[in-house]
């Protein structure tokens, strides 16, 4: 039987195809990140980024202290869910409210003229 070892479980990106992606010519983890899309799913690399550097280095047959990391994009400034919570709604989603409401309940135009 085969195995399938998982490198990256939230975009499913395996071993074998990491390993292939490199063969092609992608070299440095933010390549690779890109075109396979390791450390690109929810965890944003906190369950892959560090196996992926290690089966880099690896690859390239280097300390891993010599993979450069991926870029980390943290939001512009961040927010806790107290002041999301406080946020007012932007106003166009307050007028499309307001607009629904007056034009009581909408049936969708299904092309059937019954």
Not at 25 to 32: A, C, K, R, Y
Not at 51 to 75: F, K, M, Q, W, Y
Not at 79 to 96: H, I, N, S, Y
Request: aromatic share 6%; proline share 9%; charged share 30%.
């Amino acid at each position: 039987m085969m195995s399938k070892r998982i490198l990256c479980r939230c975009e499913d990106v395996t071993r074998a195809e990491f390993r292939e992606a490199y063969a092609e010519g992608f070299t440095e983890l933010e390549s690779l990140k890109r075109y396979t899309g390791v450390s690109t799913g929810f965890c944003q690399g906190k369950g892959c980024l560090v196996e992926s550097a290690l089966e880099l280095s690896s690859l390239r047959d280097v300390p891993p202290g010599d993979i450069c990391l991926t870029n980390i994009r943290p939001p512009v400034e961040p927010v806790t869910f107290a002041e999301l919570a406080r946020l007012e709604p932007p106003p166009l989603l307050d007028d499309l409210k307001r607009t629904s409401a007056a034009a009581g309940p909408q049936r969708p135009d299904t092309g059937d003229e019954t």
